[in-house]
Nanobody, 124 residues
């Protein structure tokens, strides 16, 4: 079992930046594939990015590629999402997720644990 707590959301103008953090409880953080998802009002939750156990491999949704960067610190039990050049369409609740199974995943049903989410609002 792992508990995930996100932080770092807020209100930012278009073109601005935010860095989200997700701290995981427990001693086995390095055994989890980590991912970020987001959900805008009236829309389904969608994949944003994922990172391998060591952090060497990452994968991004096309909509954020080149603007967002995922990283992790296995000593601090934390995964980050650096978001640059933010757009109004990035407005959503952002969720951190952990996956026990081997391999990067981009589906909501491929992740086993979820945080409570943090709101990101980008004004035009």
């Amino acid at each position: 079992q792992v508990q995930l707590v996100e932080s770092g959301g807020g209100l930012v103008q278009a073109g601005g930046s935010l860095r989200l953090s997700c701290v995981a409880s427990g001693r086995t953080f390095s055994r989890y594939i980590m991912g970020w998802f987001r959900q805008a009002p009236g829309k389904e939750r969608e994949f944003v990015s994922t990172i391998s156990l060591s952090g060497d491999n990452t994968y991004y949704a096309d909509s954020v590629k080149g603007r967002f960067t995922i990283s992790r610190d296995n000593v601090k039990n934390t995964v980050y999402l650096q978001m640059n050049s933010l757009k109004p369409e990035d407005t959503a609740v952002y969720y951190c997720a952990a996956r026990i199974r081997y391999g990067l995943g981009s589906g909501v049903d491929e992740y086993d644990y979820w945080g409570q989410g943090t709101q990101v609002t980008v004004s035009s």
